[in-house]
């Protein structure tokens, strides 16, 4: 065996055992399942509490934007967004994966700045709106 295969081999193991390590925190509950950051108390600065918003007539909702979203890789990281998005007074944010889009109505003038904190705040960014 030449020197090449055996660190090819120690950095396999290496690759594999911190992925069981990662995936057995996830599954214990210690780790982010998107990040794999260690939790803290067993929440993430990516865990947003759990906001709904009782307002849900679209006629009360003057504003409307579609939000590019980055960083969202799961439902647990959409469910997160969501939170963060509704958490913003006056607005009401429905939240798709699948493009990673995020449709945000408001009640008062949409502020771009506002919505770009509150999500880099989560450990998400603003992509675009539109």
Not at 10 to 22: P, Q, S
Not at 30 to 41: L, M
Request: include cysteine; charge should be negative.
């Amino acid at each position: 065996m030449s020197p090449f295969d055996i660190v090819l081999i120690v950095l396999v193991i290496a690759a594999v055992a911190l992925g069981v390590r990662r995936a057995i925190g996830t599954a214990r509950g210690t780790r982010d399942c998107c990040s794999g950051a260690v939790k803290d108390s067993g929440r993430t600065s990516a865990d947003a509490a759990s906001v709904s918003v009782s307002d849900i007539d679209p006629s009360h909702y003057p504003y409307e934007a579609v939000l590019e979203v980055g960083g969202m890789t799961c439902e647990h990281c959409v469910s997160n967004v969501t939170n963060v998005l509704n958490g913003v007074e006056g607005t009401w944010a429905t939240v798709e994966l699948a493009g990673g889009q995020a449709r945000i109505r408001s009640k008062p003038p949409i502020n771009e700045d506002l919505l770009r904190a509150a999500l880099e705040a989560a450990g998400y960014r603003l992509v675009s709106l539109r």
